[in-house]
Nanobody
Framework: QVQLVESGGGLVQAGGSLSLSCKYS????????MGWYRQPPGKQRELVAT??????DYADFVKGRFTIYRDNADNILYLQMNNLKPDDTAVYYC????????WGQGTQVTVSL
């Protein structure tokens, strides 16, 4: 199994920045890819960004504002979020794609006007 623990959410004004962290542990050698997803209020969960080896991919609505990166030495996945907008308000989830899909518990990000 893979364990994922997110941190770093909070309340920020529009235009501000936040950095999310996801500490991963367990059977990490079998992880193929990792990513960040989010679930806005009243909406379905959606993909934000993924990282596979050195390749990254982003949803159009975060391109140029968010950066996903991975520290393999400390086993931490990050999401740097800049120029945040109220529409970015959501619960953000860390995901690990292994033999199974693993999810963290989620961290709330709230962006105010």
């Amino acid at each position: 199994q893979v364990q994922l623990v997110e941190s770093g959410g909070g309340l920020v004004q529009a235009g501000g920045s936040l950095s999310l962290s996801c500490k991963y542990s367990g059977r990490i050698r079998y992880i193929n890819a990792m990513g960040w997803y989010r679930q806005p209020p009243g909406k379905q969960r959606e993909l934000v960004a993924t990282i596979t080896g050195g390749w990254t991919d982003y949803a159009d609505f975060v391109k140029g504002r968010f950066t996903i990166y991975r520290d393999n030495a400390d086993n931490i996945l990050y999401l740097q979020m800049n120029n945040l907008k109220p529409d970015d308000t959501a619960v953000y989830y860390c995901n690990a794609d292994s033999a199974y899909d693993y999810w963290g518990q989620g961290t709330q990000v709230t962006v105010s006007l």
